[in-house]
């Protein structure tokens, strides 16, 4: 964190201990969901997909489609983001959905096939 604090992926596991620590060792999801939105400024599909962890975690799921797609459209390059969203259909049981975005995610990298 100290030689790259904007770094979205340091901030990311920084969010996961403020999510997950008791506030008598500093955590707070008060703290995780500030970072989530600092992440998101730096680089917004992995905001979003911050948001998804932390909605998740507080098993708050009414809106996860929504944010998985606002990550794949805010970079649909973005591997993670759209490897996220098929595991999210799949989930879900919608084959259909889950099948079209691991279409894209093979366009995106076919040596991940």
């Known amino acids: 964190m100290k030689l790259e604090p904007g770094n979205p992926d340091c901030l990311f596991g920084k969010m996961i201990y403020y999510e997950q620590a008791p506030s008598i060792l500093g955590g707070g999801k008060n703290k995780a969901h500030r970072l989530a939105e600092q992440i998101g400024r730096i680089n917004p599909s992995k905001g979003y997909l911050a948001e998804t962890q932390l909605d998740r975690m507080e098993k ?44 894209y995610v093979r366009l995106l990298d076919p040596a991940r096939n």
């Open 60 to 103: 708050r799921t009414g809106e996860l489609e929504a944010l998985y797609l606002k990550a794949v459209e805010a970079d649909p390059t973005s591997f993670d983001a759209l490897a996220a969203l098929a595991g999210f259909y799949g989930s879900q049981g919608q084959e259909k959905n889950m099948e079209l975005a691991k279409r």
